[in-house]
């Protein structure tokens, strides 16, 4: 069965601090993953998507990395700010049948 | 980039009475769109696929004839809650991608209550 895992499920850090997020997956075939941010009450923004060659890309404070061998995804933010605080989903699209697997998102809260 | 618009935002309805949400994506065509249900605190599940001029394709567990849904053109879809109640009230997004693209580009998503 496809799944996504994230870890932690929560996390708050102070502004100006940098976090990472965690998430993997037991998803076949893999196409590509995608972490999004949603802010409360929106829909998802995606931040990136990695293909299988891909180890790291960034987005501005935001830097996700792939190891396609462990199955394992990470979302770093560095020098968070108070509109980071939001619900980070990662996602995998599956090859052939392009559905998207859903992680249940890790809800990140920055305060002062 | 791609924008999907999603309207309304937000509605209260009364038990009983039906609820159109649209969704349309901005300057691209989408031939394939995706809707989704999403409970406080939990990940977005897939109700629906649906390709342009064709009948959607339900998930397991969701009724076609509550969910009603037109993807009539390559940059409308529809989404008709029926007979809704108070079990219906959940936050429902769209999700639209293009033709050849893997590109999902999601609307801002309808805050339903049934009341």
């Known amino acids: 069965k496809n799944q996504v895992e994230q870890s932690p499920q929560s996390l708050i850090i102070l502004e100006g601090k940098n976090c990472t997020l965690q998430?993997?997956?037991?998803?076949?075939?893999?196409?590509?993953l995608r972490w999004y941010k949603q802010d409360t009450g929106r829909g998802p923004v995606s931040l990136t998507i990695m293909t299988f060659s891909e180890n790291t890309k960034s987005n501005g404070r935001y830097t996700a990395t792939l190891d396609a061998d462990t199955k394992q995804s990470s979302l770093h933010i560095t020098a968070s700010q108070l509109s980071d605080s939001a619900s980070y989903i990662c996602?995998?699209?599956?090859?052939?049948?392009?559905?998207?697997?859903f992680g249940t998102g890790t809800q990140l809260k920055v305060e002062l | 980039g791609a924008v999907v618009s999603q309207h309304p935002s937000w509605v209260i309805c009364k038990s009983g009475t039906s609820v159109k949400i649209e969704c349309r994506s901005l300057d691209f065509q989408a031939t394939t769109m995706f809707w989704y249900r999403q409970f406080p605190k939990q990940s977005l599940m897939l109700m629906a696929t649906?390709?342009?001029?064709?009948?959607?394709?339900?998930e397991q567990g969701v009724e076609k004839d509550k969910f009603l849904i037109n993807h009539a053109s390559l940059t409308l879809s529809t989404l008709t809650v029926t007979s809704a109640h108070p079990e219906d009230s959940s936050f429902y997004i769209c999700?639209?991608?293009?033709?050849?693209?893997?590109?999902?580009?999601f609307g801002s998503g309808t805050r339903l209550t049934v009341v």
């Open positions: 998430c993997n997956y037991t998803v076949s075939p893999f196409s590509n």
């Open positions: 996602v995998v699209l599956t090859g052939g049948g392009n559905k998207l697997t």
């Open positions: 649906s390709n342009e001029g064709s009948k959607a394709t339900y």
């Open positions: 999700s639209a991608r293009d033709a050849g693209g893997e590109g999902y580009t």
